[in-house]
């Protein structure tokens, strides 16, 4: 049985080649999920503008909830009390404790991002002079990448005000680059000139002493980091590993299950097309075993060649696939993708165990069916479903309903987390109860249809009727493709659209001031007082959590902060006053209220996005949107607790046309409020890119199993296509009759597809925006349809051309087909 596995090989290569590409892809999708997961659990970032610093004391970049549930990312950087440089320096083993003091800056001749620093802290780099000296007071030493030249006048807006400086010196960086990602260029004031916070300290050990060895005293919530670990204190958002481990466990979870169904339907098609020879292997005297056996072996040194082969292209994979979320902000482009022999071990392992137990049960069925029933089935193939198959495909479309109902009741948090998988459970129902709903969608109409299309057509009806089994093999990949990508896609635009809408539609404005350096406090009062302002104010945003008495409700997911400084919010204010909001008070939904046991009046404490917990009384309880409630605070008090320190726009209402003079604040824009959506970030931005690649995972395994089922389904049936033409059919009436068929196929697939995708898109809706209509353009529907028919058509034209090629009756001596 061994030799013929390995014979039968030459005769099924269009099957086998499914199988292989099947298992290629999903193996080394399976090592970039893999290799996300470790980069995620190591986060090694080694350090850039600190690599001169053998130790780096910054804050704990993470927020850990009191109730020890996981972390999340601090917002904003966390300074770090001034005394602690004195402190450590004087600590026995420390030779230099160095302050870097960090600051946005914009120069206004340069189109770079630029960070502004203390010239005492560029012997963290190291920076060195090149040209010029250090600077005194009223000058700079800026980045050769800048340009600038010693005697030079530069224009500058530090904390949001314009200021002229002159260039004393240029300087390079010794370290500005780690796998191909260099630093943002920087500029250097006199350590006199800035009162800017200390974000991190570098710590240099004294003679003999090492980084591992030396022992530091640090206050709570202070950390010190060595080696590639340094750069948690220079770049945002290297705190936790949460964001990516989720990504790869979705990503890999998901991988795994299209890649079984797809595995799973090209080796039952297979198996269901060798009924007749595998009949006669049991009744020339080979045993179920010997069958089953003989099915596993010619299928797994297949699948095991694919595997290889996708563990070789895995490190490719891999960085693709990093370099696509770097590229997109998800994760910092500093971040070093790690992807060691674990990755490859268990991509291995998971794909092996998918191809077995997909195998197995295929094989099974094969073995299990007795010779005179099998070739029965192969002249008319059986198209009834089992009593346990019915009942659990079934299961799957219940399950899909009820995810779908339960779904419209959830907050929009949850929604999609609930909602997501009803796109997975439907396919799987469609995937099982595939051959009853190909004959349940031949209603009247459609072979009507089919039939007016002449002999062709009464032909296609009849073989979708008796070979639904082998059909639902090309229906099950555009199904789950279609559920996949639209339902991802349409998800995420409806939860963003939500978002925004939750966002803009609760803050009046009619003109938005916007500046990337901070809104200085002139420019907010010169617009305040601009004639045919009605109302002004400055807006803050940032993250945090309320801690005492202490709000369970929001662990790893902050509370939003809005910082206001006028009447510009409309929501309904149920006690209190806005009017009121101003010092350290805070306006909080009435329902967190209720569940907080507090009022107006109470004393509450809140922990900021620079980790600074705050006593705030409650001013107001204001109302906002379901699911979507920000906590408001005085816009003064926000700022200063922000990386940048500034408020980030003006919002005004007007009653008449007005034209700010904004010449003299360099970096700031006016606009309407669409400005409003463009600086907003949704913040959701793993969840989109899941989102995303879930959609081009389906989209190539689509393709693939699309191209290859058709290919297989085609390419067996050249003995059926030989004796057509010799009852009389063109080559002509057999190509209609395959496009008819499988134009069925694709449209059905589609419209499974759709329906299976508004299980879990039209819920969210409802949840996050109270209307079941989502958000995102028709085009990419129609984009989608169009994709799956240049797939499903060229195919069949090829395919076709191919099993039609040999003369009718060369066609019927065929060893396959």
């Known amino acids: 049985m061994i030799r013929l596995a390995f014979s039968s090989l030459r005769y099924r290569t269009a099957a086998f080649l499914a199988i292989f590409v099947a298992v290629t892809l999903g193996s080394a999708l399976l090592c970039a999920a893999g290799g996300l997961l470790e980069t995620g659990l190591r986060l090694n970032a080694p350090p850039q503008r600190l690599a001169a610093a053998p130790i780096v004391v910054t804050g704990d970049p993470a927020y850990h909830p009191p109730n020890g549930s996981g972390s999340v990312a601090f917002p904003e950087r966390q300074p770090l009390d001034a005394s602690l440089v004195t402190k450590l320096a004087s600590t026995a083993g420390v030779a230099q404790a160095i302050p870097d003091r960090s600051f946005p800056v914009v120069v206004a001749a340069s189109k770079e991002p630029v960070s502004g620093h203390t010239w005492s802290s560029a012997a963290l780099a190291p920076y060195q002079l090149i040209a010029g000296r250090p600077p005194a007071a009223g000058e700079v030493v800026v980045d050769q990448r800048l340009g600038a030249r010693p005697g030079d006048q530069i224009s500058v807006v530090v904390n949001g005000t314009a200021q002229a400086v002159a260039v004393a010196g240029v300087a390079t960086a010794q370290a500005v680059s780690v796998a191909g990602v260099a630093t943002a260029p920087a500029v250097f004031f006199a350590d006199g000139d800035v009162s800017s916070e200390i974000y991190a300290i570098g710590v240099f050990p004294a003679a003999g002493v090492t980084a591992q060895t030396l022992r530091l005293e640090l206050p709570e919530g202070v950390e010190a980091y060595v080696g590639d670990d340094r750069g948690v204190a220079e770049y945002s958002g290297i705190a936790t590993s949460l964001p990516l481990i989720i990504m790869s466990g979705v990503f890999g979870g998901m991988v795994a299950v299209v890649m079984a169904l797809v595995v799973s339907a090209t080796i039952g098609l297979s198996v269901r097309q060798r009924r007749r020879e595998l009949a006669l292997l049991r009744a020339s005297g080979a045993t179920p075993r010997q069958v089953h056996r003989m099915v596993v072996t010619e299928t797994m040194v297949v699948g095991l060649i694919g595997l290889l082969v996708g563990l070789a292209s895995g490190r490719v994979v891999g960085d693709w696939i990093f370099g696509l979320l770097t590229d997109g902000g998800i994760v910092p482009s500093q971040l070093r993708f790690d992807q060691g022999p674990l990755p490859f071990a268990g991509a291995a392992l998971l794909t092996f165990v998918v191809l077995r137990v997909t195998v197995g049960i295929a094989a099974g069925r094969a073995a299990r069916i007795r010779p005179i029933q099998a070739l029965a089935e192969a002249a008319v193939p059986s198209g009834e479903l089992g009593k346990a198959r019915l009942v659990v495909g079934l299961v799957f479309a219940a399950a899909t309903a009820g995810i779908a109902v339960s779904t419209m009741f959830m907050s929009p948090a949850n929604a999609a987390a609930i909602g997501g998988p009803a796109g997975l459970t439907g396919s799987i129902a469609v995937a099982i109860l595939g051959p009853r709903v190909i004959r349940t969608a031949l209603v009247p109409r459609v072979t009507a249809f089919l039939e007016g299309r002449g002999p062709s057509g009464f032909l296609a009806v009849t073989n979708l009727r008796v070979r639904a089994a082998q059909f639902t093999a090309i229906l099950v990949p555009i199904t789950l493709a279609s559920a996949i990508a639209l339902g991802n ?70 509370w939003p902060l809005l910082g206001l400084s006028g009447p510009v919010y409309e929501g309904k204010v149920k006690a209190g006053s806005l009017d009121d909001l101003t010092g350290s008070t805070i306006a909080l939904p009435p329902d967190t209220a209720r569940k907080l046991k507090v009022g107006v009046g109470s004393e509450i404490g809140v922990r900021l996005g620079d980790n600074a917990l705050v006593k705030v009384k409650v001013a107001a309880l204001v109302e906002g949107p379901d699911g979507y409630e920000p906590l408001l605070l005085p816009s003064a008090l926000l700022a200063v607790h922000t ?40 913040g959701l931005g793993i969840d989109a890119w899941i989102g995303y690649l879930l959609a081009g995972i389906a989209i190539a395994y689509t393709a693939i199993a699309s191209v290859n089922t058709i290919a297989v389904a085609v390419l067996d049936r050249r003995r059926e296509f030989g004796l057509q033409r010799l009852t009389g059919s063109t080559s002509r009436q057999v190509k209609s009759m395959l496009y008819l068929e499988h134009l069925v196929i694709a449209a059905l697939g589609l419209v499974l597809g759709v329906v299976t995708a508004a299980c879990a898109v039209l819920p969210i809706a409802v949840a996050t925006r109270g209307w079941p209509i989502p958000a995102g353009t028709p085009l990419v529907l129609l984009g989608w349809i169009a994709v799956v028919f240049l797939l499903v058509l060229p195919a069949t034209a090829i395919t076709a051309r191919i099993a039609l090629r040999a003369k009718p009756m060369d066609a019927l001596s065929s060893p396959v087909g």
């Not at 350096?517 to 807006?539: H, I, K, M, N």
């Not at 726009?649 to 463009?678: H, Y």
Request: overall charge negative; glycine content about 8%; aromatic content about 6%.
């Open 489 to 558: 896609i349409y998800s995420q635009t409806t939860q963003e659209q939500a978002a925004v809408e939750a966002y803009t539609d609760n803050l009046a404005a009619d003109v938005v001031v916007t500046n990337p350096a901070g809104v200085p406090t002139g420019l907010a009062e010169e617009l305040r007082s601009l004639p045919g302002v009605t109302a002004a104010s400055e807006l803050v945003r940032s993250k945090g959590w309320i801690e005492e008495p202490y709000d369970a409700s929001h662990t790893s997911d902050p």
């Open 643 to 682: 990386t940048s320190g500034q408020p980030e726009q003006v919002l005004l209402t007007t009653d008449s046309p007005v034209a700010p003079d904004l010449s003299k604040w360099p970096g700031a824009t006016i606009g309407g409020r669409e400005l409003l959506a463009a600086e907003y970030d949704a």
